[in-house]
């Protein structure tokens, strides 16, 4: 087969990833890994056979080749396929040993000294060490350990500030005290062009300060974004994102503010109804209103669409102990906290429900868990 017809099928395997036709990608990248038996045909069929839910399969390949322990780009697919199947010791001794310190600073970096091949590209890319520390932080996570999680998705977010997954688990997750959570942003290095982003992240993280520092911050990114000119000006604002307005709802409802709080988040559920961390806070501004025909209609369209997630049940408790139903409330919390351990409203929930039936002793029991889970 000739170097040109070996190009066209290449092309073909990436058409068909794009258009999400797996399989057809995963026939023709094998043939072209057969014929060359190069790495990047080779990592090509991986990636091929791990978007097609082939996850034995892709491990074994990458396994298998003689490239895996000596290329970070193998190694993290592979393990990414570990992460798949459920195998978190597994996939942590294949992201090999590493150590970091309480400030998230890897201090132990010789199984990184490896080579990298993923830079063909020209669009930006964001660091492999910092996907790698993230992943480590998802196992860590999923066995439990939340202490070395928080270590691992600080590291993540300090090695490339483009990684927002690792803030997003720090900050959902509740890990981090508000003065850490100031302190870690401090020393994230951003580029030139990511003042919006730094902006942005200060947005997201606790909302303690006062009022008008709070919304200093809000006006100063949408000042941010709108100042690079352009001849389109929806090009060059946020100021109608939908996480900025849903940032903005859940400062109301720190503020007690409920609804002002319901008034942004009914808005924005129009426009993207879909939009989980917004409903969070609409079902919290609900509760606090008293709303209870609307955490009705959102905790039954709420189990329709996402049966195993823990904010659907959450949902549903939120609309029994909204018409002061306390049993099957604290019943429905339980469940969301069975589904996901890690999502405090439900821990808070739990404790609520007991508190209103001056259940001390419960309540005092499901408050200590969320404040020992829940550091921030």
């Not at 000596?70 to 993290?76: A, E, K, N, P």
């Not at 890990?175 to 290095?189: G, P, R, V, Y």
Request: charged fraction near 25%.
């Amino acid at each position: 087969m000739k170097e040109e017809q070996i190009e066209k099928l290449r092309g073909v395997v990436r058409d068909c990833v794009s258009k999400h036709l797996y399989s057809s990608a995963i026939f023709f990248a094998d043939k072209v890994a057969a014929v060359t038996a190069d790495p990047a045909d080779i990592y090509m069929q991986a990636q091929a056979l791990y978007l097609g839910r082939h996850y034995r399969r892709a491990f074994h390949l990458l396994n298998a080749s003689q490239i895996v322990l000596r290329d970070l780009r193998f190694r993290y697919l592979a393990a990414k396929c570990l992460e798949e199947l459920k195998e978190w010791d597994q996939c942590l001794l294949m992201l090999g040993d590493a150590k970091v310190d309480e400030y998230g600073n890897i201090t132990d970096t010789k199984d990184y000294n490896t080579m990298y091949l993923d830079k063909d590209g020209e669009d930006r890319e964001i660091n492999i060490i910092s996907a790698i520390c993230f992943l480590r932080g998802k196992a860590y996570e999923a066995l439990e350990n939340r202490a070395h999680a928080r270590l691992w998705y600080k590291a993540a977010i300090k090695a490339d500030p483009l990684c927002y997954e690792a803030l997003e688990c720090l900050i959902e997750g509740h890990m981090l005290t508000c003065e850490e959570e100031t302190n870690l942003l401090a020393t994230l290095q951003f580029g030139s062009e990511d003042g919006w982003l730094s902006l942005f992240y200060a947005c997201l993280t606790k909302k303690y300060d006062k009022e008008n520092v709070v919304e200093a911050k809000f006006r100063e990114l949408e000042d941010e974004v709108s100042s690079t000119k352009s001849s389109d000006k929806s090009l060059c604002t946020l100021k109608n994102n939908t996480d900025l307005l849903a940032c903005k709802a859940d400062y109301y409802h720190q503020c007690g503010e409920y609804q002002k709080c319901f008034e942004l988040t009914s808005i924005l559920l129009e426009k993207d109804p879909f939009h989980l961390k917004c409903t969070l806070v609409h079902l919290a501004a609900a509760m606090e209103l008293g709303h209870s025909n609307e955490l009705y209609l959102m905790a039954c369209n709420l189990v329709k669409d996402y049966p195993q997630k823990a904010l659907s049940w959450f949902a549903v408790g939120s609309y029994y102990y909204c018409i002061k139903k306390y049993d099957q409330s604290r019943r429905y919390f339980s469940k969301a906290t069975s589904l996901d351990g890690t999502f405090a409203p439900a821990w808070i929930g739990c404790g609520n429900a007991y508190a209103a039936q001056e259940e001390g002793d419960q309540a005092m029991s499901a408050y200590r868990t969320a404040s020992r889970l829940f550091p921030g």
